[in-house]
């Protein structure tokens, strides 16, 4: 199973991005999935998440109001539709997805991330 993030790029302060993760290969269910980020020399940080099976969602403190997670469970995709976006919200942005294979076998993997610059 492979993830695939798009949607990055330079914004100015105010203004939004939408995210967007696909998932590809023998998938038989997506059962979570998180966007996170990390600035450079910084641990890489959880933003915003779908838990228990997708049936709630979670966002850090410094996200919330302003950035919405959401799904599309038929095309596997996941987005992260992200709102008056400042500065400090510059990063590089992971979706991360777990579920199981047709073969039933769990899976837990990183996409390999989109930079998302805010410029004041």
């Known amino acids: 199973v492979q993830l695939q993030a798009s949607g990055g790029g330079l914004v100015q302060a105010g203004g939004s991005l939408r995210l967007s993760c696909v998932a590809s290969g023998d998938i038989f269910s997506i059962n979570d999935m998180a966007w996170y980020r990390q600035t450079p020399g910084k641990q890489r940080e959880l933003v915003a998440a779908f838990t228990r099976g997708g049936s709630i969602t979670n966002y850090a403190d410094s996200v919330k109001g302003r950035f919405t997670i959401s799904k599309d469970k038929d095309k596997n995709m996941g987005y992260l539709q992200m709102n008056t976006l400042k500065p400090e919200d510059t990063a590089v942005y992971y979706c991360?997805?777990?579920?199981?294979?047709?073969?039933?076998?769990?899976?837990?993997?990183w996409g390999r991330g989109t930079l998302v610059t805010v410029s004041s």
């Open positions: 991360n997805a777990e579920g199981f294979t047709r073969q039933l076998i769990e899976y837990n993997v």
